[in-house]
């Protein structure tokens, strides 16, 4: 199991900007994929953002974040961020940093080790 911990939630106003991060001590990500998702209140838990830790590669959902959100990772550190720009009401919800072996993928169950989520309130 890989020990992921999210941080740097919390509450910001519609229009600011917050980036999240997400370790695991001890542990590097080589080989692996790593993911950004969401959950809101009453709804499922969905992709937002994922990238392949060898080389870079990013993957976005669709336009609600395309644009406005920015995953990157530091190989020295070990370290996974998700910056996120022009934050909207919409935007909260509960964040989720997942792992897992080999290439990204979208969906949840495909990946193997989750951290306890952090929160992001937008408020209007």
């Known amino acids: 199991q890989v020990p992921l911990v999210e941080s740097g939630g919390g509450l910001v106003q519609a229009g600011g900007s917050l980036r999240l991060s997400c370790g695991a001590s001890?542990?590097?990500?080589?080989?692996?994929?790593m993911g950004w998702f969401r959950q809101a209140p009453g709804k499922e838990r969905e992709f937002v953002a994922a990238i392949r830790w060898s080389d870079g590669s990013t993957y976005y959902a669709d336009s609600s974040v395309k644009g406005r959100f920015t995953i990157s990772r530091d190989t020295a550190t070990n370290t996974l961020y998700l910056q996120m720009n022009s934050l909207k009401p919409e935007d909260t919800a509960v964040y989720y940093c997942?792992?897992?072996?080999?290439?990204?993928?979208?969906?949840?169950?495909?990946?193997?080790?989750w951290g306890q989520g952090t929160q992001l309130t937008v408020s209007s």
């Open positions: 997942a792992a897992r072996f080999g290439n990204p993928a979208y969906g949840p169950n495909a990946y193997d080790h």
């Open positions: 001890g542990h590097t990500f080589s080989g692996f994929a």
